[in-house]
């Protein structure tokens, strides 16, 4: 993954005509890391990753491979992929057995850490929501009330109850999240993008 996100970054760097040394002035990373992370030697931090999208004038997402329709019954650790990120803010890795199963989505999330709450606007859709705190520490949004959700700490809630999270920790927070009836539909938006 890291030499694809590597070839991309310099791809959109070349054709936008911008050297090594213009990029590392609009990022603030080093040239040399830069140049690794190019060559596929290094691989970047999402903080990283999205100095250098706004460079280059694209969504962080693009230096993700769009996920592959997954038909398996078991999916081991190493074999999950990125499937969607939300403005930079939250990392979507699909667990989902699209051959047999349209009940459920089920993810593991990434939520990256933030500063402030600018960001957090509660939403509602159809269904029920669990979430399972693997990592970290979640600040969990319901209705009007806030919570923190530590590891091994879960919720179940009807999804329409107005909800959002966040991670104002200085390190990742990592959850399961299983919705019902399978409500993101963003396989559909990914291969409309793709297309």
């Not at 019902?180 to 938006?189: A, C, S, V």
């Amino acid at each position: 993954m890291k030499k694809e996100i590597g070839e991309k970054i310099k791809m959109l760097r070349v054709a936008q005509d911008i050297t090594l040394q213009d990029l590392s002035a609009k990022t603030g990373l080093s040239i040399g890391f830069l140049s690794q992370l190019e060559r596929g030697q290094t691989s970047p931090a999402i903080a990283s990753l999205d100095k250098i999208s706004q460079a280059l004038n694209v969504e962080i997402s693009y230096f993700f491979s769009l996920p592959r329709q997954n038909n398996k019954r078991i999916i081991r650790n190493h074999e999950q992929e990125v499937f969607y990120i939300n403005s930079s803010r939250v990392i979507y890795y699909d667990r989902t057995n699209d051959l047999e199963c349209d009940q459920l989505t089920p993810f593991i999330l990434t939520i990256l850490p933030q500063s402030d709450d600018l960001n957090i606007t509660p939403y509602s859709h159809q269904g029920e929501e669990f979430i399972y705190v693997l990592e970290g520490v979640l600040t969990l949004f319901l209705e009007e009330q806030r919570f923190e959700l530590y590891p091994g700490d879960s919720c179940h809630i009807k999804s329409n109850t107005p909800h959002d999270w966040a991670n104002f920790t200085g390190k990742n927070t990592t959850i399961l999240s299983i919705n019902t009836p399978q409500i993101f539909n963003l396989k559909d938006k990914m291969k409309e993008r793709k297309a």
